[in-house]
C-alpha cells in the first residue's frame, strides 16, 4: 500500500519487516489507518453498565414467570 512518507510516522522510516505490514494495514495518517484494538476504562464501564442494565431487565423476566409458575402450581 502506498504511504506518505512526509507525514512523519515513526513506521515510514524503518526498514524492517514490520514495515510491509504497516504499508498492508495502511499508513497510520492517512484513511487506512486501523482503530485502537484496546477498549478506554471509560468504553469498558459503559458497556459493562450496559451489559448489567440487560441482565437485570432479564432477571425481572425470570422472576416473573416463576411468580407465574408458582401462581398456577
Same mark, same amino acid.
Given at each position: 500500500m502506498?504511504?506518505?512518507? %512526509?507525514c512523519?510516522? %515513526?513506521?515510514?522510516? @524503518?526498514?524492517? !519487516?514490520? +514495515?510491509?505490514?504497516?504499508?498492508q @494495514? ?6 487506512g489507518?486501523? !482503530?485502537?484494538?484496546? !477498549?478506554? @476504562?471509560e468504553e =469498558?464501564v /459503559? #458497556?459493562?453498565?450496559e +451489559? ?6 432479564e432477571?425481572g423476566g425470570?422472576?416473573?414467570? =416463576?411468580? /407465574?409458575l #408458582?401462581? #398456577?402450581?
Amino acid at each position: 500500500m502506498y504511504h506518505d512518507s %512526509e507525514c512523519g510516522c %515513526e513506521q515510514h522510516s @524503518r526498514q524492517t !519487516p514490520q +514495515h510491509g505490514t504497516h504499508h498492508q @494495514r495502511g499508513c497510520c495518517c492517512g484513511s487506512g489507518y486501523a !482503530p485502537r484494538q484496546f !477498549p478506554t @476504562r471509560e468504553e =469498558i464501564v /459503559e #458497556k459493562l453498565e450496559e +451489559h448489567l442494565k440487560q441482565l437485570s431487565a432479564e432477571a425481572g423476566g425470570v422472576e416473573e414467570r =416463576i411468580a /407465574e409458575l #408458582k401462581k #398456577k402450581g
